[in-house]
């Protein structure tokens, strides 16, 4: 019987189990999907993270194949509104490390354990003395029980340690596209660029070996179909002089948002962290940030568990409300990303402007940069 049973495979499970077994602590991990990797948003990785993931080499790791971004601007028209500057801030790691959530996984999954894969987890049944979890392998059920349960299986998993709409869900009306592409060396390479008009934003990110993401905001309702969705997205970069990546693309993706709080992460030995419990806009970048650090937080708490077969009751009550209040803070940063980035007529355009610019200017500037980079989560 292993200590811990983690439920779900993706950058936060693998860290918490590759952080439990670095701990001495025996873990299996359950994962729906058959392989690794896969088509996902999220790219950044914030400098509270990176501190976190320090001690354990993670950091290291993960700087290596990272593309570092020391600043990002605002711009309107072809001119600069204001700048973020992450290279600024008095932390450890003053930028913005970016790389695909796979290659994420891929460093991730060096030091955790190997997941048992097309494995789907029904149900995780909380009990006294440990958890009951039933789970398909290859379409056969067994049960096994543990003394401890995490689910950090995403938004999909959420209904495994919550009752029907006992947390709520708040759909958006907002759309995005979104698209990868490889680009010619160019003056701002390293910047992180959003790009403000009527129309709505064109937000970029560079990445790894002069790859760039593109994601734009879209219609709500607009037309579905592949290919209209990568016209309408080679429209939005023509339009902000982003021909090359025009040309370059060949399919786009697209993705709502959603927000979810959950107000309790644990049930007795049962746990849930990263989307399972909070979901926030990736407008913003800060989603995953949130459940590597409940992993990175949550792994010493668990470690001295088992060790002393006693829960730490205090100090799991204490990293609860601060992941709780953590994750409702990065919800609004993401909430107000969002309605800055909604398509608006040319007089309320203006204003936005105005307010981009007086927002980003010294010394308030400095504020916001540490907020998109996460220095007010609890934990940074």
Known sequence: MPDVVVVGAGPVGMLLAGELARRGVDVEMFERRPAAGGGTRAIGVHAPVLA?????????RLLSVAARVPRGEARSGGRTLGVVR???LTTRFPFVATLPQAATEAVLA???????????????APRRDGVRVRVGVGGRPTELTSPIVVVASGAGGRDLVFRPRAVRVREYRDRYLMADAPLAPRDD???????????GVLESFPLPNGWRRFVAWDRPGADADPGARLARLRDALDARGEGEASAAIVEATAFGVRRVIAPRLRNGRAIVIGDAAHEVSPIGGQGMNLGLLDAATLAPLLAEWVRTGIAPD???SRWERDRVASARTAARMAAANTALGRALPRAADAARRALVRTMLAPPTG?????AYSMGFDRHA
């Open 314 to 316: 205090a100090e799991l």
């Open 110 to 124: 060096a030091e955790a354990p190997e997941p048992t894969r097309g494995a789907t987890v029904m149900s995780v």
């Open 189 to 199: 390479h390293d910047v992180a660029v959003v790009d403000l008009d009527s129309r």
């Open 52 to 60: 976190a993931l320090e001690p354990g080499g993670v950091t290291e």
């Open 366 to 370: 400095q504020v916001f940069a540490r």
């Open 86 to 88: 992450f290279d600024r």
